[in-house]
């Protein structure tokens, strides 16, 4: 019995190779013509080895500089650190070189596999039907190695989809030509898509930005977050240096022994003293909004072709998404309270992919409407128009949203009024009449339509965004009422949208029901499997 | 809904309830009330869901703080209209209409949803029964979408058969995504 079973391990052994080579000699005979298809596992391009090690030793680096220079006087425990670092560096460098030798990638007939792990293994095979695209990512340090990250995008969501830490940028591209092509071959064979493959690198331009465009970009992307980088880090050196930052005594202190030098200037130095203040503050949130801007947009280009659309953008981290027409969900149109009086809009595609940890996907952040227009159009969609048959909301729902947002003020007013001097509850009141206002005066710039393909849905005063969904597009339909609703017979209409949010509220109850029905009947028109190609 | 208040019951044997199709879809279209059993289901959860304030106000009326049945009192009587008159307000505020091509599900008493589900933007289906569920002989029909808004839309105390055969209509719908 023991013999057979033996018999039966060897025999399922040799079997193994076997059906692989048998696999391997199909695979070959069929796409003879393709070098890139072997099926034989491949490994990560070794540079990588470096990027990852440097990447490790950048984050020991810190505690490892503030560690010298608190043991600065002692020079034998300076030695150990050094030794330490040795240390780190080896450990890390065998592991990543472990890593390395023990993950390999195989690209098959019919699906791509990665098998991974030193201790515990794991394997994931991917079906190139199932991969909606593969966009390749190049931050500073891979970029000065000529190396990218692939990432292969299934529709799972950011952190599940399969990723190769880096190739060589050649590799990278012929990874993903090659499954582009395996993903043509399994989909769409009726298609003939391999001529747009060849012309698809050349596609047309649709937008892009130049340093003078980023320049006023950047300027109105104005933003104070240095100052909470400038205190945490602050906050760093506080529990380091041990200078008790936050002790009020030591300002107190400090403020006394320069208050004599301060006042000996007088009032007109004193206010000159404060408009020099906010005219750093400006420059300084100014010049982080440029390098912010700069260093995220450099070089932004948005492509069409013939896979749908490429968005190339960064300074040092430089990546390369594409995103198929028929994944491009809805479409967001918004601007700033600033930006907007000079007419620069952004616009946004929704769909299930996520863009750098964001929800949607940015196609034109800083642009003129009639930049805007052409790249709406070839995503399928039509531009708002105000043509279109544009309703607002009810009034009673206006009447009721100014009641409660100014009522919530007004009922702030009475304790003020109680415990403090009665000119104090002025302030609250006046909030609220300010409230109330400005949602009454708001109204009527919040409104919708309904176009024979597309749902329309705008709000804002100031600065007013617009969405816009493919009517076959949604997943479902659904009226809500609150308790306040109920009563005043309005509703909100929530719509099913993949990769985004879109509610039109207030909407009178029977305008509320014509909307769902419309929607519903385009929708129950086409079946989601017909949606995706 | 009131207007169902009085239409008559469906039967309480699941072999006679047969899938209800409306031919029609709209808004005016008369809503299929839920399982019987589904009212004595939300009953004894409201049950269970009060007997921890009855057991505190217990322990409170027993130590002896305040007057006799000051606590107790009103948290028993709280306890009996969440018991006895909300699960019956809840189950006729509930309601479901299945026509050719979508599925309607109507839910709430104070905020109130109204939700369609067309068959064609169905992904996956469910159906779960938890204890009480099973005890009673109803179940939880669940369909899943794609929109971020109404991932899974839930349609509680349909009888158990029943839910499995909606599940299985709806399943006919959904076309197969060529392999």
Known sequence: MTDEVGKDIQASASGVPRTAAAAKANATKADAAKADATDEPRRTAPIGLVVSAIGALRQTIVPLVIGGFAFREELGALGGLAFLLLAIIAVNMGVAYLRWLRLTYTTGAEDIRVESGIVSRAARSVPYERIQDVSLEQKLLPRLFGLVEVKFETGAGGADDLKLAYLTESEGEALRHLIRERRDEEAAKTTDLAGEAEIEESGEVLFSMDSRRLFTFGLFEFSLAVFAVLGGLLQYVDTIVGIELWDPDLWQGWIESQSGWLSSFGFVAQIAGVVAGVIALLIVGSATGLVRTFLRDWEFVLEKTARGFRRRRGMFTRTDVVMPVHRVQALVLGTGWLRYRFGWHGLKFVSLAQDAGAQNHDVAPFAQLEEINPIVRAAGFEPPSESLDWHHASRKYRFDSAAIEGGFFALAAIPVAIFAPLPFALIPLGLAIFFAAANLYAWQFHRHALSANQVFGRKGLLSPTTRIASRVKLHSVEIVQGPIAQRRGYATLALGLAGGAFAIPGLPLARARELRAAILDSIAARDFSELAR | ?179
């Open chain 2, 1 to 179: 809904m009131d207007e169902n208040t009085d239409a008559a019951p469906p039967a309480a044997d699941p072999a006679a309830v047969q899938t209800p199709v409306v031919e029609t879809h709209g808004d005016d279209q008369a809503l299929t009330e839920l399982h019987p059993n589904y009212k004595s289901a939300l009953r004894v959860e409201a049950t269970l869901a009060s007997i921890p304030f009855l057991i505190g106000a217990f322990v409170l009326e027993v130590q002896a703080i305040l007057p006799p049945a000051v606590i107790m009192a009103p948290v028993a009587l709280l306890a009996l209209a969440f018991i006895i008159r909300l699960p019956s307000r809840r189950f006729y505020a509930r309601g479901y209409a299945m026509s050719t091509d979508r599925l309607r599900v109507v839910r709430g008493l104070l905020f109130r949803h109204d939700t369609v589900v067309p068959f064609g933007r169905v992904q996956h289906i469910d159906v779960n029964q938890g204890p009480i569920d099973r005890f009673f002989g109803i179940a939880t029909l669940t369909l899943h979408t794609a929109g971020s808004h109404n991932a899974s839309v839930n349609l509680s105390g349909l009888g158990e058969q029943l839910a499995r055969d909606m599940r299985e209509e709806i399943r006919s719908h959904i076309k197969r995504e060529a392999l």
